[in-house]
């Protein structure tokens, strides 16, 4: 089964890093399957998912609601302020908090609401143009501005480097938000404990590097069906 190979692959992943296999929490993907997957991979024993579109995963969530309560769904696509009143409403954390205005926002919804959300801050630690993420030079403006607002449980950082199908190109920029995080927790005097790197290809280096969440998609399900 595929999720058990994935699981297996992360144990010993963090084995090798001295890790515990515990520490590290697998979060199932499921942009651009279809609501019957969903149900599937909950029957399989996934808990954690993300999407990355508020309004598809809106939909997935609804659907399955009723008959699995006990899923925890995180937003880890970029987030429009538009789209702030209905993340807060579907998801139970934002792991791709990228901006001031974007804080601010949900800080004002959150606040109206009297309640707090876990966020992670993305870094675009390849600087890509295509890509969202605030520059790792804008690390500490943004997560001041976060630490700044009440409502927001800044917990860790997220990032989405350059891909490459050599997962070993990946560890430069896994070990370069590692030292972001480390750097901002100790200049902000914040704990930052968790860190979102890791996808299909190269979750294996991002565990050896000290990841506390890998996203799995196409591991775990095979590629992308259309809704």
């Known amino acids: 089964m595929r999720r058990e190979r994935v699981l297996s692959c992360i144990a010993h992943a963090a084995e090798r890093a001295g890790r515990d296999p515990k520490d590290v929490a697998l979060l199932a993907v499921t942009k651009g399957h279809p609501v019957d997957l969903v149900r599937r991979a909950a029957r399989a024993g996934f808990r954690l998912f993300g999407e990355n579109r508020v309004l598809e995963g809106a939909r997935k969530i609804e659907a399955v609601a009723s008959e699995f309560p006990d899923l925890v769904w995180r937003l880890i696509g970029s987030l429009q302020t538009n789209k702030a009143k209905a993340a807060l409403q579907w998801f139970s954390a934002i792991e791709s908090l ?4 974007i804080a601010a926002r949900l800080e004002s919804l959150l606040a109206a609401e009297g309640r707090t959300v876990p966020v992670l801050l993305e870094i675009n630690v390849g600087v890509e143009e295509s ?20 409502h927001l449980d800044v917990r860790g950082l997220m990032a989405v480097p350059p891909f490459d199908p050599d997962p070993e190109v990946s560890r430069p920029f896994f070990r370069e938000l590692r030292e972001i995080r480390e750097r901002l927790a100790d200049r902000l005097r914040h704990p930052l404990p968790e860190l979102s790197i890791g996808m299909s290809h190269d979750f294996e280096v991002a565990v050896e590097e000290g990841s506390t969440e890998v996203r799995v998609g196409t591991a775990l399900f095979g590629p992308r069906a259309s809704e």
Not at 98 to 101: L, M, N, T
């Open 98 to 101: 990228d901006r001031e205005r």
């Open 131 to 150: 890509k969202s993420g605030a520059r790792p030079d804008e690390a500490e403006s943004l997560a001041r501005a976060a630490l700044a607002c009440p």
